[in-house]
């Protein structure tokens, strides 16, 4: 692993940390957004951006909101829906004078609709037709991704999620990946520290999985192993203010959890996450999978252990269910929802056995544990 600099000066002069290859371009700033409409301008794109509503009021995206061609998208209050990447085709289709490229500025939520409309505007159906694993769809507008909240890796993954109508599950699929990443720990400095500490919380489920995975890549797993050192190291503080020798190791961590999401495969918290996820649609998916962590501690007792350090490092009360609705009412279609993402009990369980070990009953208890709590 190389060692993380420890200043953003000499962030951008730092040496390819992973492994695993990645088509996506990966550029890296201490410049701001300078970097990217310089960018623009040498490359000749014409941009439309699509931002999160939350970073108005930092001065640093500025030059964004002064952008006449731009979508706002309130991340704060949900998950990117189907119908939200619909309205943004719409919008690109209707646009006359047309864009080379679609620039994703915020979290994951904001980069993944960039990069969910990108790849919809040029295929015909609703985006909720494309939720899945390799459909067929051609490559659409390219995708920039410039990251304003470090550890959600969703500058790298070629996947899109979206909550649909009928479930969370995103568009998995190598056209979706973005061409280029700007990567500059500095844009992560306005960020709240409740999404400072959950996002990177996530980050480290990400790595965690991986790295215990039975169906992941080789080169996945060692990606996996640096990102989750790297995560470790910056979930043992505390996160309340934003420092930037810890902001560096979160965007290479980041880094890492989208190489190594490239050819591997998260497992049983995430599976849980989403059965959360669709039967409580303001549950964020960082605060999700830390509920399905907190009650995998026969399963994962490392990652349980963990966690439970993480907290009492950053003087933070576990999330309850509760406090989102959830209750003995939800454990059916929970069940139900995350039974349907065989792959990710694939990943824990291995290939020939998943099924006998991720029984409805198995997960029914598991989901009474979380309610519980």
């Known amino acids: 692993m190389i060692k993380a600099p420890e200043s953003l000066r000499d962030f951008p002069r730092l040496e390819r940390w992973w492994r695993v290859d990645v088509p996506t371009e990966v550029i890296l700033s201490d410049e701001g957004l300078a970097r990217l409409f310089e960018l623009l301008r040498e490359r000749r794109k014409k941009a439309f951006f699509v931002v999160d509503e939350a970073l108005e009021v930092q001065p640093a995206f500025a ?37 080379d490229v679609i620039v994703g500025v915020g979290g994951g939520s904001t980069m993944d609709l960039a990069k969910a409309a990108g790849i919809c505007v040029a295929n015909p159906l609703r985006a909720q037709d494309y939720q899945g694993y390799g459909l067929k769809m051609e490559r659409g507008v390219d995708v920039w991704a410039v990251p304003a909240l470090n550890g959600t890796g969703a500058e790298i993954t070629p996947i899109a999620v979206m909550r649909g109508p009928e479930k969370k599950l ?11 990443a ?26 965690y999985e991986i790295s215990k995975s039975k169906t992941s890549q080789p080169q996945a797993i060692l990606d996996a192993l640096d990102g989750l050192h790297l995560s470790r190291e910056v979930l043992g503080c505390d996160l309340a203010e934003y420092d930037p020798a810890r902001a560096v190791k979160s965007a290479m961590a980041s880094v890492l959890g989208g190489t190594s999401s490239v050819g591997g495969r998260v497992g049983v918290p995430h599976a849980l996450s989403y059965g959360l996820s669709n039967s409580a649609p303001f549950l964020p998916h960082s605060v999700a999978v830390t509920l399905s962590m907190l009650a995998l501690e026969d399963l994962y007792p490392d990652g ?26 939800d454990v059916p279609q929970m069940t139900k929802t995350a039974l349907g993402m065989e792959k990710l009990w694939q990943s824990c369980f291995g290939l020939e056995c998943w099924k006998k070990k991720a029984t409805p009953e198995y997960v029914e208890s598991i989901y009474r544990r979380i309610i519980a709590g």
């Open 63 to 99: 030059m964004i909101f002064e952008q006449d061609r731009k979508f706002v998208f309130n991340a704060s209050y949900s998950e990117v829906r189907t119908g939200d990447v619909d309205a943004l085709v719409d919008i690109l289709r209707a646009d006359r004078g047309g864009c």
């Open 170 to 180: 995103g568009i998995n699929n190598a056209l979706v990946e973005a061409r280029l």
């Open 182 to 207: 700007i990567i500059d720990p500095g844009l992560s400095a306005g960020a709240p520290s409740f999404n400072r500490f959950y996002t990177m919380m996530d980050c480290y489920f990400h790595h």
């Open 304 to 329: 349980y252990d963990d966690t439970l350090d993480f907290f009492a490092a950053n003087h933070r009360s576990l999330p309850k269910a509760r406090d989102y609705g959830l209750g003995e009412a």
